[in-house]
Nanobody, 127 residues
Framework: QVRLVESGGGLVQPGGSLRLSCATSGGTFSSSAMAWFRQAPGKEREFVAAISRTSSRTDYSDSVKARFTISRDNAKNTMYLQMNSLKPEDTAVYYC????????????????????WGQGTHVTVSS
């Protein structure tokens, strides 16, 4: 099972940018569809962005579309989330998730579809 470790979180002012990374080990990254989720205090975990194994397809929640960009580097076994124009409502713990799949163009949106999770990285957007 793939092991996931997120990094790159921190405190940023509204309008600022952060780049999250999800480093993986276990040898199955290129066989896995990946996604980012987030959980704000007192709220349920919500979908942020997803990417297929080959990066051929991506998807975003409406709340982050046009501001966030998901990407992956299969040679480095790492996934990224570039977050621009950050808003206070983006404050949350961000988690990366993985699910092995035989389909190169498939991505998943439901947290119950994923079998591996990282420990999360905190993002705080505040002035």
């Amino acid at each position: 099972q793939v092991r996931l470790v997120e990094s790159g979180g921190g405190l940023v002012q509204p309008g600022g940018s952060l780049r999250l990374s999800c480093a993986t080990s276990g040898g199955t990254f290129s066989s896995s569809a990946m996604a980012w989720f987030r959980q704000a205090p007192g709220k349920e975990r919500e979908f942020v962005a997803a990417i297929s194994r080959t990066s051929s397809r991506t998807d975003y929640s409406d709340s982050v579309k046009a501001r966030f960009t998901i990407s992956r580097d299969n040679a480095k076994n790492t996934m990224y989330l570039q977050m621009n124009s950050l808003k206070p409502e983006d404050t949350a713990v961000y988690y990366c998730a993985a699910r092995r799949t035989i389909y190169s163009d498939t991505y998943y949106l439901d947290p119950t579809d994923f079998t591996s999770w990282g420990q999360g990285t905190h993002v705080t957007v505040s002035s």
